[in-house]
């Protein structure tokens, strides 16, 4: 485990300056095509932050990742097993330590793809789509994600009025795309006929 370690501090600053900076721009590519704000201190912190760069080396490195046998069509091959958990780790300690977006925006699509499958992963969805949605108001994915915490009850009680809020926030800024934007209306009135019979409930409960 230490030798691990050492390797990836050892071979991170060469990774970003070297093959590392095509795979800097294709992650954080996804980001910023994703509507993820650009500025200049943002850059500097993917060149510096070291949980960003170490997720990146065991992103892209072959040298840190396994090598696994697989029979495909009764053939036996070689295929390299990433270390997604590790990966996973690393991005989601620079998003709490460094605030890093780009981190968090990695750690929340691995968190849905790969680890959202228990109640103890609510927190970490709750505080990365909190950054992001703090943070990146161009990026309509935020809005998504930090809606759902609300409307499903991710690490947080149900609260429709406010998810509803905020993913009419979403529509009216105008950052989504077509596919987004029907996602967020279903959603808006599926869930304001919710609301409008909790609504009528809750009258016809006072008036008893």
């Known amino acids: ?8 501090l050892t071979i991170a600053p060469l990774f970003v300056a070297t093959l590392g900076f095509a795979a800097t721009e294709n992650i954080s590519d996804y980001f ?10 943002l850059e500097k912190l993917l060149k ?3 949980k960003y ?7 892209y490195d072959k040298s840190t990742q396994k090598s696994k046998k697989i029979t ?3 053939k036996e091959i070689t295929t390299q097993v990433v270390d997604y958990k590790g990966m996973f780790e690393a991005f989601l300690y620079s998003a709490k330590s460094k605030a890093n977006p780009v981190s968090a925006y990695q750690a929340l699509h691995l968190l849905k793809t790969r680890y959202f499958k228990t109640a103890k992963e609510y927190k ?17 994915s935020s809005y998504l994600d930090y809606g759902a915490i609300f409307e499903k009850g991710f690490y947080h009680k149900v609260e429709l009025k406010k998810a509803l809020s905020i993913y009419q926030e979403a529509i009216e800024r105008k950052v989504c795309s077509d596919w987004q934007k029907r996602v967020l209306q279903s959603k808006i009135v599926a869930i304001g006929n919710q609301v409008k019979m909790a609504d009528i409930r809750r009258a016809k409960n006072k008036d008893k």
């Open 1 to 8: 485990m230490i030798k691990h370690i050492f390797k990836i």
């Open 32 to 41: 910023y095509k994703a509507g993820g704000i650009k500025t200049v201190e």
């Open 48 to 50: 510096t932050d070291s």
């Open 53 to 59: 760069i170490e997720g990146l080396v065991l992103m």
């Open 72 to 74: 495909v069509e009764g």
């Open 124 to 140: 970490n969805y709750y505080n990365l789509s909190k950054l992001l949605y703090d943070g990146q108001k161009e990026m309509c």
